[in-house]
């Protein structure tokens, strides 16, 4: 496989999570890290690329402050 150099630029928030995640995945360096963020996000499924988080949190969020929820028992079984 032939490997391409490419120079990014990124905020300082984003590269300490890169730096949080190079240590829990015992990674040797970043460029490991990158690589394998880029080949994750470019697997996600479509569906998921495009689908507001943030959105969905507060309409969440809403829902839960009208008590808009449900509760379900399980029977104190612990479920997968």
């Known amino acids: 496989m ?6 990014i ?8 999570e890169i730096y949080k995640n190079k240590q829990l995945r015992h990674k040797q360096t ?3 890290v990158v690589v394998d ?3 994750y996000a ?3 499924p479509y569906y998921f690329m495009n689908f ?3 959105k969905a949190e ?5 829902e839960i402050f ?4 449900k509760s379900f028992d399980y029977g104190g079984q612990v479920c997968p």
Request: charged content about 40%; some cysteine; proline content about 3%.
């Open 30 to 32: 970043i460029e490991d």
């Open 52 to 54: 507001d988080w943030e």
């Open 9 to 16: 630029s990124l905020p300082d928030e984003i590269l300490a």
């Open 66 to 69: 009208l008590g808009e929820t």
């Open 42 to 44: 470019l697997k996600l």
């Open 2 to 7: 032939e490997k391409c150099v490419l120079k």
């Open 58 to 62: 507060d309409e969440a969020n809403h």
């Open 37 to 39: 963020l880029i080949d």
